[in-house]
Each structure stands twice: as C-alpha cells, then as structure tokens.
C-alpha cells in the first residue's frame, strides 16, 4: 500500500495509539499533513484512559504544532468516523487503541504483524520507527520535507523509539536520520525533558533488583513500566560493573515487551545478541555494543503461554551463551578429517578501491542492510561486492591474494535485484553519497582456490587472521571453510552463497 492508494477517501482520521509516545505523534503528523496538502479533510486523534502527561511529549506537542485531539474512550466508543481512519504506530483491532468504528480501515505501523484482516496496510517491521515508515512512504510520493517541524518530529520519533539512537540498525531508518532537516536546539529540550522524578525512581529500584549469571557474567534486570529509554539508561549503568560482560534490561509495555542489550566483550555483539532474544516473536537489533527490541505480547503468549517474562529471558540469554562455540583463526588449526575439498569458482566479482576515491584517512560510513560498517580510509583497502550483493571490506594484503583488479566496469544489475538495500558509501567529512556498485570495478580470483569446506551442525563464532577483533558468525547449515594452503586461513560462507562459490574437486 502507498499512500496515493488512500487519496480517493474525502475524510481521513488519523488515529495514534493509547498513550501516544513521540514515535506516534511524529507519524501522525506527517500523515496529517500530507493528506491535508491533497486538501483532505483530516483530523489527527487519539484515545485511551489518560491525556498526554509527559513533558517531553507536551513540549513536543506545542513547539511543533502538533495538531493532535483527545478523544475520550466513550466518545471514541460511541462514535462512527465517515471516510477512512488510519491507525498509526499501531494496529486497528489490537490491545492498545480505542477501537473506533469507521466506514473504511488501513494500518500503517512497524511492528510485528498481528492484525491480518485489514486489506488496507502497510506493516514493515523491521524498522526502528513508524516515523521512518512515513517518512519512506512521502518519499515514494515525491513529498518533500521542507517544514523543519516536520523533520524535527520525525527525527524526535527515531531517537526516542531507538533509545537515542543507540538500538538503530535498518538502513532505512539511518538513511532518514541523515536527511531530514530539524532543529537541533529542540531536539536537546525535549531530550533534557524526557526523565521525571518517577522515572528516576523506577530506574534506581530496577539496579537493586537484578539477576546475574556467574557462567557468562551476564545481568538481567525486569523494570517497572516507565519509558522505553529509561531501560538504556539502566542498562549502560549496569554495564559499568566489573563482573558484568553483556546485560538486558526490559519492561512490560501496552502490546509486548521492550528491552535493551550491552556488551563490552567482542565475543559477544550486542545487535545479534537482540536479534536472538527476539526471533519469531519480535525484532531486534542495533550496534555492536549497544542494541535493543520489542517482543510482540500476542506472539509472545502464543509461543510461550505459560513462562514468566523474567524465565524467558534469562534462559534465551543462557540459551544464546550455550548455541555456539568460538574459533580464533590464528591459536588453532582445524581438524579437515571429515571436511571435503572444493575449487572457488572463477567468475567475476566487483571491487572499490577505496583511496581512488577518497583520500587517505578519510572517515567514511559503509550502509548496508546488515547495518553500517565505518571506517578510515587506508592505503590499498578494498570493499568488494559478491554475487548476490553480499558486501565486505578487506586489507590490501588479503585482496591481492585473492583477487586481481581490471579496469572493466562492473555490471551489477545481475545482483541489484536480489539486494533488500542497495549498499552505499558515505563521506562523514562532507556528508556525499555514493552507491558502491556504481563505482565498482571488475575483479576475479588470482589463480584458483581451493579449501576445505563443511557444512555447520552447530553455529560458530569465528575470528579470522585477517580481523581478530570482529567475529563472522556462522549459523547451522552455513559452511566452514580452510584455505587449503593455510590451515589458519579460517572463515565462514553464508548457505546461499556457497553453493555458487564453490564446486566440489575431483
């Protein structure tokens, strides 16, 4: 669905969900105001128990011209909308909105689906915000983003739904926090107004109340319900204990569970970590030291229908410890006895010579659907772009024994299509763009490879020679794979990727 689907309709409501945090308020305005520039009639409401009290929020509100009413829950009861409502940031029939009767329905929101009778909607929720969903939907519209409210609301949403940014981890969702104009000023009011005295409370009894994992040296810490940022704070706080290496901190909300995830070890990242704790029942993602999620409530009970909050998390986390083993390439040789041996297959690649087009030292940002990789550029560094997309950054020493570079231009239409998010490289220093696969070069393989491969029966961590500080994780079914003239040349190849790599040697 896209929004000019929705233009037919004379009356559109906009309903935000109970309780309406900035996320809502920020996608409820965009809204707003996109359909009122097609000169539709709109409202932008929201219902439930309780006005909006916290102060960021009424700062948000009255400095951004958020022209958002109260309905209360026995108006919203007795009350049938003519034309279309929208709910937003949430789902029409779900836990936490006012069910309003109205003559037609559609859904716009980034969490997990649960309502699946509305034909009229557009979930996607691998996204940190609503207020990235909407701003992507004006985008397609060809709606731009001048009234800097606007932009500010938007920017205001992410922050806060991503816990300062801190739990970011779509592409999408970076994109819009680099583009949209806001004002910097109102930003850090709102932000010096989001912790009330209860707020403080809540989070000095939640670090008196923790549980800890001896084995793992981990902490979990269930908190009363207060706002979702508040479980950052606690949980960066937690982190500073000598015998704690990774820590969730989470709390109950209207329609699930949110949480937030730290670790200071490289053997764990924190933005796997999250995604782990939230599979098939939410989404979970962020950096690798600071992440965080959501678990849906209609999913969790579905799953889990008779587990305390605090059981399921603490043995997710034990069960997290317990999954994998870990490998350090350069302390250890494998054992290739029950590993076959396979030939790299020839076939063209695409490479980015970085310091042909940035200056040595560059600071720059790699965006890809896995999330950002930044960096400086150094001499000889390349990125190179496999054959569904797949995006990695190696040294000049480990390209040149496995590549050699043409000047042909690379063709990757072949490849785009299969690419959720179209990789792209980002100046820090002057903020310019560039989509990787447009600078790309032609590569092959420098003589023919061979390796030991095996597909994997349990998942691994593995800490190749080439980058001991960041592991590659391997999952059951992907392979493992040694150079067969290096025994602590270890690595990892994807399921889906090695059956094209590699053919078997006779």
Known sequence: MQLHDLENFQEITIQCHDNPDADALASGYGLYLYFQSKGI????????????????????????QIPVEYWPPMQSMYHR???????????????????????????????????????????????GSCATLVWSMLEEEGFEI???????????????DTNQFSEIYNPVDMDMRDSVIYNKALITRFRNSNLSLKELEIAGIALIRYSYNDDYRFGVIHAQPCDPNILGLISDFLLQVDEIDTCLVYNQVQDGYKFSVRSCIKEVNA?????????????GGGHIDKAGGFISMKLYEDNYPTMHSEGYFNNRMTSYFDSHKIIYATEQ???????????????????VKLDSLFPLGTSL??????????????????????????????????????????QEPYCHEDCSHKMEYVPTLRNRTDGKTLVIADQAKVCLPAGETKVYAK???????????????????????????????????????????????YIPCN
């Open 41 to 64: 009639e709109t409202k932008l409401i929201y219902s439930g128990p309780n006005r909006i009290q916290k102060a960021n929020l009424k700062l948000m509100v009255d400095h951004l």
């Open 81 to 127: 909308l003519e034309g279309l409502l929208i709910t937003v940031d949430c789902q029409y029939g779900a836990g936490n909105v006012t069910r309003i009767e109205a003559d037609a329905v559609a859904i716009i929101d980034h969490h997990q689906e649960e309502i699946k009778d509305v034909a009229l909607s557009r979930i996607q929720p691998g996204l």
């Open 146 to 160: 001048t009234n800097i409210k606007l932009g500010t609301a938007l920017y205001y949403g992410l922050y806060t």
């Open 271 to 283: 933005n796997e970590l999250a995604a782990y704790l939230a599979d098939d029942i939410g989404s």
């Open 333 to 351: 040789i494998m054992d290739i006895s029950d590993m076959k041996r396979f030939s790299k297959v020839q076939s063209p690649e695409g490479c």
């Open 365 to 406: 940002i790699i965006r890809t659907v896995k999330g950002d990789i930044e960096l400086d550029v150094e001499e000889n560094m390349y990125v190179t772009i496999g054959h569904k997309g797949e995006i990695s950054v190696l040294p000049g020493e480990q390209f040149n024994r496995f590549y050699v570079c043409t």
């Open 455 to 501: 597909p994997l029966e349990e998942e691994v961590k593995v800490f190749t020679k080439w980058d001991e500080d960041h592991y590659i994780l391997g999952k059951i079914g992907d392979y493992l794979i040694v150079r067969e003239d290096d025994m602590h040349d270890i690595s990892v190849v994807k399921r889906e990727f090695f059956k094209d790599a």
